[in-house]
């Protein structure tokens, strides 16, 4: 009786062990963005793509991951983790969706010069973020959250672990890892 009883037990384990790499999301609303963006994305890589932003309408939408096909558990610990960001309006809430009218903006600030300082920190995001910089390569998630990055020091004050933290919150490359090319 007690080898059938430590049998089921083992099964019973390796059963659990079986299913832990599903993950359903911590939140059913999170599980259905997922299912909608996932395989309803508008979003490449293209230059093309980057020079269409600022003729899009303002409430259009940036929608779905660039390079790879998103991942529930990295998404559910994306939309956890930006919440503690939600005071700040110009961090998107969901990587994955994205409204034209502030890629427009943090587009624009893209371009600007940052003080030593600012630049150090802004540096320092670059080396340490998971992709090494706001994404895996310069498409226009690259710029927007570049911008972002710039905003985020000069006008928030923002340090460089600070930035790097919501850009590695922010990857929308897709996929459960880093996708950098260094």
């Given at each position: 009786?007690?080898v059938?009883?430590?049998a089921?037990?083992?099964l019973?384990a390796?059963?659990i062990?079986l299913?832990a790499g599903a993950?359903e999301a911590?939140?059913?609303a999170?599980?259905?963005?997922f299912d909608y963006l996932?395989?309803?994305g508008?979003s490449n890589?293209?230059?093309?793509?980057?020079?269409a932003?600022?003729r899009m309408?303002?409430?259009?939408r940036?929608?779905?991951?660039?390079?790879?096909?998103?991942d529930l558990a990295?998404?559910?610990?994306?939309i956890?983790?930006?919440k503690?960001?939600?005071a700040?309006?110009?961090?998107p809430?969901?990587?994955?969706d994205i409204?034209?009218?502030l890629?427009?903006k943090l587009?624009?600030?893209y371009?600007?010069?940052?003080?030593?300082?600012?630049q150090a920190?802004?540096?320092?995001?670059?080396l340490?973020a998971d992709?090494?910089?706001?994404c895996c390569?310069q498409c226009?998630r690259?710029h927007?959250?570049?911008?972002?990055g710039?905003?985020?020091?000069?006008?928030?004050?923002?340090?460089?672990?600070?930035?790097?933290?919501?850009w590695?919150?922010?990857?929308g490359c897709?996929?459960a890892?880093?996708?950098?090319?260094s």
């Open positions: 009786m007690k059938l009883a430590a089921a037990a083992m019973a390796g059963m062990a299913g993950h911590s939140d059913p999170i599980k259905a963005r996932s395989t309803n508008n890589c293209s230059g093309a793509f980057l020079r932003i600022p309408t303002p409430i259009a940036l929608q779905g991951s660039c390079c790879s096909p998103m990295r998404y559910d610990e994306q956890q983790g930006l503690v960001f939600a700040i309006a110009e961090i809430p969901d990587p994955y409204e034209a009218g890629a427009k587009l624009a600030v371009g600007i010069a940052l003080s030593p300082e600012e920190a802004y540096d320092y995001a670059m340490n992709e090494k910089g706001p390569c226009w690259w927007v959250y570049g911008g972002l710039k905003l985020l020091i000069r006008d928030r004050g923002f340090t460089g672990e600070q930035l790097a933290e919501v590695d919150l922010s990857d897709g996929g890892a880093d996708h950098s090319h």
